[in-house]
T-cell receptor
Framework: AQSVTQLGSHVSVSEGALVLLRCNYS??????LFWYVQYPNQGLQLLLK??????LVKGINGFEAEFKKSETSFHLTKPSAHMSDAAEYFC???????????FGKGNQVVVIP | DVKVTQSSRYLVKRTGEKVFLECVQD?????MFWYRQDPGLGLRLIYFSYDVKMKEKGDIPEGYSVSREKKERFSLILESASTNQTSMYLC?????????????FGEGSRLTVL
């Protein structure tokens, strides 16, 4: 079975400060990993994904994430938060051969001016 | 770009009414999904379909049914709406065979049941 843990439903960060959202997963086979972002009153859009190859993945809007197999983690970071980063962020995992994503419960990010 | 269109962004219905939520995609994707999203619970899968006329239950199918008569259209049906079905409903698609599982989402339908 596959599952995702995101701790801290609400995350506050000051404008210009580091954004760090933690994601840990469980999967019995090598996973594909995703971060999605949801802006208010919109659907989810893909921020970045890891399938194979380089473990440091760069996404849109200056975000990146690193796949660490030994830690079963896929944490999302951005060096300097912007007001436009205020949104909800979801980590998701799918295992090869499975046909559905498992989502974490999400992190609501608030950016403080 | 993949476009996933949900027919209604906001709906208000009364308890006991039959509700149809429509989703149409324009990229010939094989898989289509219906999720509901509630604060603190994340996204929960209701039903999905990997082919025309095929459907599989997700994690919370009770009180819902689906229809996929054409590849591009996937409908979610609430036979008799109840207040605990007030939620945000999200439709999503993925390519299908041998894809990575990446989902493409519609903008959501916010349903309020009074």
């Amino acid at each position: 079975a596959q599952s995702v843990t995101q701790l801290g439903s609400h995350v506050s960060v000051s404008e210009g400060a580091l954004v760090l959202l933690r994601c840990n997963y469980s999967s019995s086979v090598p996973p594909y990993l995703f971060w999605y972002v949801q802006y208010p009153n919109q659907g989810l859009q893909l921020l970045l994904k890891y399938t194979t190859g380089a473990t440091l993945v760069k996404g849109i809007n200056g975000f990146e994430a690193e796949f660490k197999k030994s830690e079963t983690s896929f944490h999302l970071t951005k060096p300097s938060a912007h007001m436009s980063d205020a949104a909800e962020y979801f980590c998701a995992v799918i295992s090869y051969g499975n046909n559905r994503l498992a989502f974490g419960k999400g992190n609501q990010v608030v950016v403080i001016p | 770009d993949v476009k996933v269109t949900q027919s209604s962004r906001y709906l208000v219905k009364r308890t006991g009414e039959k509700v149809f939520l429509e989703c149409v995609q324009d990229m010939d994707h094989e898989n289509m999904f219906w999720y509901r999203q509630d604060p603190g619970l994340g996204l929960r899968l209701i039903y999905f379909s990997y082919d025309v006329k095929m459907k599989e239950k997700g994690d919370i199918p009770e009180g819902y049914s689906v229809s996929r008569e054409k590849k591009e259209r996937f409908s979610l049906i609430l036979e008799s709406a109840s207040t605990n079905q007030t939620s945000m409903y999200l439709c999503a698609t993925s390519i299908g065979t041998e894809d990575t599982g990446e989902l493409f989402f519609g903008e959501g339908s916010r349903l309020t049941v009074l």
